[in-house]
């Protein structure tokens, strides 16, 4: 019999192996059928992009307007207002879901919409321009 000492997530254990000579182990082997996988082709890469009929500007300022910026990285669930709607401060413009909690992004400032530069559903970062008021 031969002892170790085996360490295991900083805790120590104190073994005893004993040797056996001469027998042989076996453990029975069940075999396991494999399918063959017929390779498919591989799609080549589109070359170009597609371009939205209705492009959004991407955290374009507007001269004299004030951006509405996302305030920690998340997804935009929906939007209460729209492009030429007019708002009041403390109108609540959209919701931002982040964390599993749903976030009221509140007008700083009274005005019109003069953009709105994310989609629903779009996952936005912190900093980044959701709207434009004017």
């Known amino acids: 019999m031969k002892q170790y000492k085996i360490t295991v997530n900083g805790k120590s254990y104190d073994v005893a192996v004993e040797e056996v000579q001469g027998v042989k182990v076996s453990a029975p082997v069940q075999a396991i059928p494999v399918k063959e996988v017929t390779p498919q082709p591989v799609a080549k890469p589109v070359e170009e992009q597609k371009v939205s009929a209705d492009p959004k500007p991407v955290n374009e300022n507007i001269a004299g307007a004030t ?7 998340g997804t935009i669930l929906s939007f209460n207002v729209a492009v030429g709607d007019q708002v009041k401060e403390g109108d609540i413009l959209l919701i931002l879901e982040a964390m599993k909690m749903e976030n009221e992004i509140t007008s ?5 919409v003069k953009s ?12 980044e321009i959701l709207l434009q008021i004017g």
């Open 67 to 73: 951006s509405v910026k996302a305030v920690m990285p």
């Open 108 to 112: 700083s400032v009274s005005g019109i």
């Open 116 to 127: 709105i530069n994310v989609d629903k559903g779009a996952s936005v970062v912190e900093g």
